[in-house]
T-cell receptor, first 114, second 111 residues
Framework: DAGVTQSPTHLIKTRGQHVTLRCSPISGHKSVSWYQQVLGQGPQFIFQ???????GRGNFPDRFSARQFPNYSSELNVNALLLGDSALYLC?????????????FGQGTRLTVV | QKEVEQDPGPLSVPEGAIVSLNCTYS??????FMWYRQYSRKGPELLMYTYSSGNKEDGRFTAQVDKSSKYISLFIRDSQPSDSATYLCAISKTSYDKVIFGPGTSLSVIP
């Protein structure tokens, strides 16, 4: 079985631009969570979606938004990019809303804002 | 005060050594305690989790939780070069709640 896949793996954007990151969960997994990992720090929770509904939101500005599609894939959108948005963006999927024991992470999307 | 703190290292040990990785947390409401391993340029991988206090063993890895002192540990026995990675502790109040990660400890096991 394929693991969690994220695309693109790397991208470079300019300040003020918009970016869309994509995540395909493991087959059969209905929950997707997004995390931001700044270099040298642990991942920080952004959103959790389950069955296309937002189940949790971290302490991020409204420039960050996400959605989940009927096939359980997900997009993370970031508007008006700032230099501080440069980070590894991780997607994790789990079978149900339970995010602890079954969470599997993708390899992440490395976003660089210049 | 941060919710979870972890010595970032880096930690360098010879092959075969016993490694001790530690975290402290601030809120006694946390009930789930996880350890993740993250190789360079990869996403984190869940190693093991414990609920409430106590020990849990999986092969060469042992996780310990001391809720009275809000202290969690991961021990790696007979460390191998393949254990070289960043180890992240993480906590959560419930199995459905958001996971809060520590900053990670970078470990190098030298052959």
């Amino acid at each position: 079985d394929a693991g969690v896949t994220q695309s693109p793996t790397h991208l470079i954007k300019t300040r003020g631009q918009h970016v869309t990151l994509r995540c395909s969960p493991i087959s059969g997994h209905k929950s997707v969570s997004w995390y931001q990992q700044v270099l040298g720090q642990g991942p920080q929770f952004i959103f959790q979606y389950y069955e296309k509904e937002e189940r949790g939101r971290g302490n991020f500005p409204d420039r960050f938004s996400a959605r989940q599609f009927p096939n359980y894939s997900s997009e993370l959108n970031v508007n008006a990019l700032l230099l501080g948005d440069s980070a590894l963006y991780l997607c994790a999927s789990s079978r149900e809303a339970r995010s602890i024991t079954e969470a599997f992470f993708g390899q992440g999307t490395r976003l660089t804002v210049v | 005060q941060k919710e979870v703190e972890q010595d970032p290292g880096p930690l360098s040990v010879p092959e075969g050594a016993i490694v001790s990785l530690n975290c402290t947390y601030s809120n006694s409401a946390f009930q789930y305690f996880m350890w993740y391993r993250q190789y360079s340029r990869k996403g984190p991988e869940l190693l093991m989790y414990t609920y409430s206090s106590g020990n849990k063993e999986d092969g060469r890895f042992t996780a310990q939780v001391d809720k009275s002192s809000k202290y969690i540990s991961l021990f790696i026995r007979d460390s191998q070069p393949s254990d070289s990675a960043t180890y992240l502790c993480a906590i959560s109040k419930t199995s459905y709640d958001k996971v809060i990660f520590g900053p990670g400890t970078s470990l190098s096991v030298i052959p």
